[in-house]
Each structure stands twice: as structure tokens, then as C-alpha cells.
T-cell receptor, first 112, second 114 residues
Framework: DAGVIQSPRHEVTEMGQEVTLRCKPI?????LFWYRQTMMRGLELLIYFNNNVPIDDSGMPEDRFSAKMPNASFSTLKIQPSEPRDSAVYFCASNTKNTEAFFGQGTRLTVV | AQSVTQLGSHVSVSEGALVLLRCNYSSSVPPYLFWYVQYPNQGLQLLLK??????LVKGINGFEAEFKKSETSFHLTKPSAHMSDAAEYFC????????????FGIGTKLQVIP
């Protein structure tokens, strides 16, 4: 398996623009997580899905953030409109029952 | 509810010295515990995990950790630090069974001094 695949690896956008981050989890994994990593706040769980259903989105910072998982092999995290304080590395991870979370390489987002 | 506390956001050791990174957790259900390592500009990679059974867990690169229920701890150790161990280390907890939410600590940056 190729592991968790995220795209793009790097994204630079202007404030106010819409940003969409993409994730393909490992085949057979039924949970998917979106994390945000910053120097100030460390690794924060934004939202996680189980069997494509959002279970806990309490970490989503604002209504500007939204996440979807239309099927078992694809998820998106969207920020609209983006702001400079959204600059961070966003990680997607997946797992199945009683296993560790497997991480993608992350998307480094810079909002200028 | 579950949480993880990592004591010390930065730890420095000399090459060849013992590495000890501390982690305490809280969980309302029996926990699964993990240590991950992150090298610069990389994703997180699993070092080792505790699920059930033996409380002393051995991982990759010579690391090990011991689950101590009475102390709610899962400290990471390595007898002799190598320069290549310089990285950021994250302790994480999830609940056994059920939904697999994984909660991470703030991370500890390990510096290895030659």
C-alpha cells in the first residue's frame, strides 16, 4: 500500500482565497483524522471520521473550516476564506480498529 | 475523555547518554498508547505501541517504553543516544476498541549533543 496520500504537499495562497486539501487514506482503514500542526499549538485534532461519518469536529477552529468524506477513499479539508493565521502543516491520518494512526506527509499551507 | 501530558518540550542529551522522554496520560477507558517520531519536514512515524499484554514494549531504533498503569505513565527510553535520534517525539493515547480517536501530546524536541 502507498500509505496515506495527501495533496498538495505545499500550498501558498492569498488571504481570502479558498483552499482545499485532499487526503486518500489507506485502503481498508475506516477512520480518518485531520490534524493541524503549528509551533505555538503543537498537533491539534481538527476532525475525525469513522466509516465516512464525522464523529468529532470539536477541534475545527471556525466556520471557515469544513471537512467532507464522500467515500471511504477520499476526504477534503476546506478553508474559505483563508487567513494568515491558518498557515500551518495539515496532516491527514487513518487507522482501523485497534491499530495505530498512519500519517501522510502533510500539506504545508502558507497564507499571505 | 483522554489526554496526554509530555513533560519537557525540549530535552538535550549527549551522544551516548540515556534518553528519557516522559509521558503521562489520562483515559476513561483502558488505553492504547503510542510513541511517534517526526523528523524535519516529515510526517509522523510510529516508534512503538502498547495495546495489551507485556507492559514493556520495544520499538524501532532501539527505543522502548513501559506502560505503568499505577503511575498512568508511558515513558520512552533509549540506553544510548545517537545523533540520528534528534527529532520531535509525540506520545499519544486512544481508547481500546470503539472509535479510534487518537489524542497527541504537545511533543518533545530531542537534541543530541556530540
Amino acid at each position: 500500500d502507498a500509505g496515506v496520500i495527501q495533496s498538495p504537499r505545499h500550498e501558498v495562497t492569498e488571504m481570502g482565497q479558498e483552499v482545499t486539501l485532499r487526503c486518500k487514506p489507506i485502503s481498508g482503514h475506516n477512520s480518518l483524522f485531520w490534524y493541524r500542526q503549528t509551533m505555538m499549538r503543537g498537533l491539534e485534532l481538527l476532525i475525525y471520521f469513522n466509516n465516512n461519518v464525522p464523529i468529532d469536529d470539536s477541534g475545527m477552529p471556525e466556520d471557515r473550516f469544513s471537512a467532507k468524506m464522500p467515500n471511504a477513499s477520499f476526504s477534503t479539508l476546506k478553508i474559505q476564506p483563508s487567513e494568515p493565521r491558518d498557515s500551518a502543516v495539515y496532516f491527514c491520518a487513518s487507522n482501523t480498529k485497534n491499530t495505530e494512526a498512519f500519517f501522510g506527509q502533510g500539506t504545508r499551507l502558507t497564507v499571505v | 475523555a483522554q489526554s496526554v501530558t509530555q513533560l519537557g518540550s525540549h530535552v538535550s542529551v549527549s551522544e551516548g547518554a540515556l534518553v528519557l522522554l516522559r509521558c503521562n496520560y489520562s483515559s476513561s477507558v483502558p488505553p492504547y498508547l503510542f510513541w511517534y517520531v517526526q523528523y524535519p519536514n516529515q510526517g509522523l512515524q510510529l516508534l512503538l505501541k502498547y495495546t495489551t499484554g507485556a507492559t514493556l514494549v520495544k520499538g524501532i531504533n532501539g527505543f522502548e517504553a513501559e506502560f505503568k498503569k499505577s503511575e498512568t505513565s508511558f515513558h520512552l527510553t533509549k540506553p544510548s543516544a545517537h545523533m540520528s535520534d534528534a527529532a520531535e517525539y509525540f506520545c499519544a493515547v486512544s481508547g481500546a476498541g470503539g472509535y479510534q480517536k487518537v489524542t497527541f501530546g504537545i511533543g518533545t524536541k530531542l537534541q543530541v549533543i556530540p
